[in-house]
């Protein structure tokens, strides 16, 4: 391992280093990476014939792009120091040496994320299995075979997060959505959440399906609703204007337990509701019993999680919590799931859930903005739940309809 260039990233405080590394070095340094980093992505189907090129390209001993890795944070608890005592970006050779020492020990223990190049690694694990199936004779050589890598040392995970949306180097981009999973990873631990909830990403390639199933995005996105109190999900420009702000470096380093705290209450709150709703299922014709012309093509929910467990009511939840926190309505989020578990059906609990449903269905077929619209059904249903001076305070029969008699005053 060769150490050449040593600049210092002024933006994420951070240091770049160039090293040439052989191809073989490398490959053993990517395998446990890509299998055991539950932030890395799953490989990316290439479309079309760029990667078959550059395997080709790779055998006959193309230099392609430098690779962009950075050591994850648990592997620079000696790095912080040194980079603190750096003035002015200059790097003495003494510094140097100390940050190549931690470099080659976190690579030896593969404590390193891939931030650009990880199509192209996985191109070069097949350059490896092509040559060693159909050309033994030069696996070696390819294996000895320099390529160019730019390692970060020094960046937390917001930082990390922001060369990833800034290098975009990549023909595969890495998806919004695991980028966000990468930001708020260590606000939200699914492992040490209480039993019967979970949050899936993006990577575990699985469906959030079933009673307390979440997305993870989602969850962010009930988060950001929460912390602007109103019921939008975070977007990429949203993302990228804040990410030019350098406040917003420090900003998200600060989250503190609300996130899980939100997600535990809004999940209490959805599960009581399924335990007074009698295992409650969408029935259009017990709905055209109270209304004979009732018409619901695709419905929004079956059953109590399918219809809750949204993003369109989470991002509502989140931000009526918010108003109700400001309003000093109540005091907490504890004090909010107490208030929720006190809600009951007044009348039958079919009856004021197949009329969401109606509801829900009718907005999407006028609105142009569909899911815009049922956030607002949510956001003025919870509203009308929440609110101690409504008649309708904490009646989950007649909120909704209040609800939706508010969306229509004001649209």
Known sequence: MDFYSW?????????????????????????????????????????????????????????????????????????????????????PNAERDLLAAEIERAFNSREVLILDGLQRTYTIGDCIAQLREERPGQLDTFLARKIRLEVYVGLNKTGILYRMLTLNTGQTPMSFRHQIEILYHDFLDPGRLPAGLAVVREADARRARGAGK?????????????????????????????????????????????LTSLLVVYNRFVRHIESIANDWEFDLGELRSVFP??????????????????????????????????????????????????????????????ELVLMLDEVAKKATKIGTAQREIFQYS??????????????????????????????
């Open 7 to 91: 600049l210092f990233d002024k933006k994420v405080k951070g240091v770049n280093v160039s090293i040439d590394i052989s191809i073989g070095d490398y490959w053993q340094l990517a395998q446990p990476v890509l299998r055991e980093n539950e932030l890395q992505r799953p490989r990316v189907a290439a479309k079309g014939k760029p990667y078959q090129l550059l395997q080709r390209d790779l055998i006959e001993g193309c230099v392609m792009p430098p690779i962009i890795v950075a050591l994850k944070r648990n592997a620079q608890a000696n790095i912080d120091e040194v980079l603190a005592g750096l003035r002015n970006g200059v790097i």
């Open 214 to 258: 979440y997305k993870y995005a989602d969850v962010v996105d009930m988060f950001y609703a929460y912390s602007t109190g109103r019921p939008e999900s975070i977007d990429k420009q949203n993302l990228v204007n804040k990410l030019g702000e350098l406040e917003f470096l420090e900003e998200y380093d600060n989250v503190n337990s609300d």
């Open 293 to 354: 012309e009732a018409v619901v093509d695709r419905p929004f929910g079956t059953d109590v999680a399918s219809l809750f467990e949204r993003v369109q009511a989470m991002t509502a939840f989140g931000a009526e919590a918010k108003r109700l926190i400001r309003q000093k309505q109540v005091g907490s989020l504890e004090e909010l799931s107490a208030l929720l578990t006190r809600s009951l059906f007044s009348d039958a609990p079919s009856l004021a859930l197949n």
């Open 382 to 411: 919870f509203r009308s739940l929440f609110n101690s001076d409504s008649p309708t305070f904490l009646d989950l029969s007649t909120s909704w309809r209040e609800g939706q008699r508010k969306f229509e005053s004001l649209n």
